[in-house]
């Protein structure tokens, strides 16, 4: 196992505990080593190892069991729960965004109410390292920091049928993340909703948290729209 020598940069400790996972090192159920462990091994800090599990968790290669750990996921058992939810014919995306909307406008009313201080420090966290990851435009972490963030506030609301229905979503939703995120007016757009959302947790403001995540995710459609309009646009040759 090789030691990260850059300890800024949390991608690297997130590749590595991939392929402890990947390569079977760490097996399904398995609880991974400790924080202490982690850091130990990678020599890195506490916040680059808690920011890597929270991405894994994003990303489906981790659960997070209160008071446990973090155990190994098991990510065919996921991908078979996903594929029963979205495996419809001719599925779009604004079919998943029409599914969103309802979900998350919902979702994000419920954490406003329910979510603990200690909760809405993390997802500043989690807003402040997706801001940094559009200034150095890390495409990775763009993606996997807007998944982590929408991701957290469903699991805020404690709602268990609203967390597993947005895991089942995640898969399928991850294509077109990536897809917006190569466009630099998207990513740069999806800061200052971001934003917004926060304060309203940081104010507890409910009623203002669903007009914000309306509005976001609002502009996330007509980016992708526009994004579809010029692939379809056809060249015309001078």
Not at 2 to 29: A, N, P, Y
Not at 46 to 57: G, K, Y
Not at 229 to 237: D, T
Request: with cysteine; hydrophobic share 40%; proline share 2%.
């Amino acid at each position: 196992m090789k030691e990260i020598r850059r300890i800024s940069i949390t991608d690297e400790v997130v590749g590595h505990m991939k392929e402890m996972i990947t390569s079977g090192q760490c097996q399904v159920g398995e609880k991974l080593p400790t924080e202490a462990k982690l850091c130990e091994l990678f020599q890195v800090s506490r916040t680059s190892v808690r920011e890597a599990i929270r991405v894994l968790q994003a990303l489906g290669y981790v659960d997070l069991k209160p008071g446990k750990g973090a155990f190994v996921a098991n990510s065919e058992e996921r991908t078979s729960d996903v594929k029963s939810w979205y495996d419809v014919e001719d599925a779009k995306f604004y079919d998943f965004m029409e599914v969103r909307m309802a979900i998350e406008t919902l979702a994000v009313r419920l954490s406003v109410e329910r979510a603990s201080v200690k909760q809405v420090r993390e997802l500043a966290q989690v807003e402040e390292s997706f801001a940094g990851a559009v200034r150095s435009q890390d495409l990775v972490r763009m993606i996997m920091l807007d998944e982590l963030f929408h991701t957290k506030i469903i699991g805020f609301t404690r709602n268990q049928l609203l967390i597993n229905i947005n895991k089942q979503l995640l898969e399928s939703f991850r294509i077109y993340r990536g897809d917006s995120f190569t466009n630099k007016d998207v990513y740069v757009n999806a800061v200052e909703p971001h934003e917004r959302i926060l304060f309203c947790f940081q104010t507890r403001n409910a009623a203002q948290a669903v007009e914000e995540m309306q509005k976001h995710l609002e502009i996330t459609s007509m980016d992708m729209e526009l994004i579809h309009e010029k692939e379809q646009k056809p060249v015309v040759n001078l």
